[in-house]
């Protein structure tokens, strides 16, 4: 059974600074792994997208990248913006079917101005 | 743009009620979800489909139905079966599980 495993829980850090978010997962066989983020009382926002056979995808300020060998992906975040300040959470499918989506713990994330 | 709808935005349920919860996508996908999200807690699915007119039971189906009679359509009904229905209310679809998956906004329902 696929688990997946964020950490920091919680993160605080100073406006503009870099920042990256781990995500770990047990079972190496995965299709892709998708990032979300989600603001208090709202939905899930899709921020990036990484397939099996990619190392790295970028969208603006956003680098996730994937190591399926050692169970690992990261969030990296550039230049942080208060805005930025959200709930983060990683997310893998099943290995097969359509069925539901394994999420992680997620890291709460808060850009200090 | 393409996406996907819930309405309503919030939702008030007396005890002993149903009360439906709905979902639309014009993503053409063909695989929708249903997930509940309680207060500092991660997201439990309820039911599944993969295709009109069939859906699954997820982990925490009971008191809880859908139907998928169209395939932009994957409305929720919570019955008065559902004894602790005060959540977030989540929806998702997806085409393949190579493509992502794609949420709405939410519904957050409230017992009064």
């Known amino acids: 059974k696929q688990e997946v495993t964020q950490i920091p829980a919680a993160l605080s850090v100073p406006e503009g600074e870099n920042l990256v978010l781990n995500c770990s997962f047990t079972?190496?066989?995965?299709?892709?792994l998708q990032w979300f983020r989600q603001d208090p009382g709202k939905g899930l926002t899709s921020l990036l997208l990484i397939q099996s056979s990619q190392r790295e995808q970028t969208s603006g300020r956003l680098n996730a990248s994937l190591d399926k060998s050692s169970g690992r992906s990261t969030l990296y975040i550039a230049a942080s913006q208060p805005g930025d300040s959200a709930t983060y959470l990683c997310a893998v499918p099943p290995n097969f079917g359509n069925e539901k989506l394994t999420f992680g713990t997620g890291t709460r994330l808060t850009i200090i101005p | 743009d393409g996406g996907i709808t819930q309405s309503p935005k919030y939702l008030f349920r007396k005890e002993g009620q149903n009360v439906t919860l709905s979902c639309e996508q014009n993503l053409n996908h063909d695989a929708m979800y249903w997930y509940r999200q309680d207060p500092g807690q991660g997201l439990r699915l309820i039911y599944y489909s993969q295709i009109v007119n069939d859906f699954q039971k997820g982990d925490i189906a009971e008191g809880y139905s859908v139907s998928r009679e169209k395939k932009e359509s994957f409305p929720l009904t919570v019955t008065s079966a559902q004894k602790n229905p005060t959540a977030f209310y989540l929806c998702?679809?997806?085409?393949?599980?190579?493509?992502?998956?794609?949420f709405g906004s939410g519904t957050r329902l409230t017992v009064v």
């Open positions: 079972d190496s066989a995965i299709y892709n």
């Open positions: 998702a679809s997806s085409s393949s599980v190579n493509y992502g998956y794609t």
